[in-house]
């Protein structure tokens, strides 16, 4: 039989962990809603999040894309999402990487991020105020490559992306309507322009960087 060494024989519940759903709306990216918890939830704990998920966007989905864990395998939550007005849901394969690949994906990148604090909070209503702080930053000010470099947020919002807004183009002698990198987009006042790099960080932390260029005076 095997045994569990420490770090893993620690149990999975607060404080060594917090458990963490999310809700991520699969055609902008856009994650649209996190609850924590301090030890496993239960399918009632689930649904009641999703619920509130629901009601803060103000129209249940057609499909939900969940895994096979006890919280969504079940006749409660089959019957929740009938009531709701949702087909019934459709579940990953079991132990398949990437059947659930863009609640995966985010998870992912959370995770990542997280790692990159030097401390986690120990009470959670302010973990799940940093947590609300990376979704912020996940969902306005991170590009998305699948979303071909626009944010969730733009996406979701239908908002004019900021990259096909004019560029600007630091090369002398570059003419204006050459081709550039994906999206193409016009170049800003005349070639050969002088700009600043602006670093800042999203209310204040570090892990969270806003990037951007300004024009030079």
Request: proline share 7%; aromatic share 12%.
């Amino acid at each position: 039989m095997e045994r569990s060494w420490l770090p893993f024989a620690l149990p999975q519940c607060w404080p060594f962990c917090y458990w963490v759903a999310v809700a991520v709306d699969h055609f902008s990216r856009r994650a649209m809603g996190v609850g924590t918890f301090e030890q496993q939830p239960k399918s009632k704990a689930v649904r009641a999040f999703l619920g509130r998920t629901i009601a803060k966007a103000k129209k249940a989905p057609k499909y939900i894309v969940c895994d096979r864990g006890v919280q969504f395998d079940n006749k409660h939550f089959r019957k929740w999402c009938k009531r709701k007005g949702i087909e019934k849901p459709r579940y990953g394969a079991v132990g398949k990487h990437g059947s659930i690949a863009v609640a995966e994906r985010f998870i992912l990148t959370l995770k990542t991020i997280l790692a990159g604090m030097s401390l986690i909070p120990l009470r959670r209503d302010q973990f799940r105020e940093e947590i609300l702080t990376v979704v912020q930053w996940y969902n306005q000010f991170r590009p998305h490559t699948t979303l071909g470099g626009k944010t969730p947020y733009e996406v979701y919002f239908r908002k004019f992306p900021d990259n096909r807004k004019p560029r600007h183009e630091p090369r002398e002698d570059w003419p204006r309507g050459s081709p550039c990198a994906r999206p193409w987009a016009l170049v800003r006042g005349k070639s050969g322009a002088e700009f600043t790099l602006k670093i800042s960080h999203h209310r204040g932390r570090k892990h969270l960087p806003i990037v951007e260029l300004k024009r030079a005076a």
